[in-house]
């Protein structure tokens, strides 16, 4: 009798040597011209400054845009377990998750009254 999680560590090595290997191979077979501009920091294309313009403040769509994908992943992650496994959890898992989605609406709510969902 085999190891129930030996398929599951043999997996994971060879992803583990994919992943190793990818990154090898590219150190070794990549071109290798470097010259100031790919030696300088990444800033989305702007000189670093030693400060933002602004008093070093993100403005307020920064962090709705976060949000808004953390509520998502959060929604995603609950219901799609509930979604594969409707038929068992009956009238339990139907109140449950009703609650949940008036729970996971007041953050929706609160970004579509802060203008989060607004692409200007």
Do not use: Q
Not at 6 to 19: E, H, K, R, Y
Not at 48 to 58: E, I, K, M
């Amino acid at each position: 009798m085999t190891n129930p999680y030996l398929p599951l560590l043999f997996l994971m090595g060879i992803a583990a040597v994919l992943a190793l290997g990818g990154v090898g191979a590219s150190a070794v077979i990549g071109p290798k011209r470097y010259n100031r501009a790919k030696l300088d920091a990444y800033e989305c294309g702007i000189e670093p400054t030693p400060h933002a313009v602004g008093g070093g403040r993100f403005p307020i769509k920064y962090y709705l845009v976060a949000m808004t994908f953390i509520v998502f992943d959060i929604e995603v992650v609950f219901l799609y377990p509930w979604a594969v496994d409707f038929a068992t959890l009956a009238l339990f898992g139907l109140v449950a998750m009703l609650g949940f989605l008036v729970l996971i609406t007041v953050p929706f709510v609160y970004e579509w009254r802060r203008g989060g969902l607004e692409w200007d």
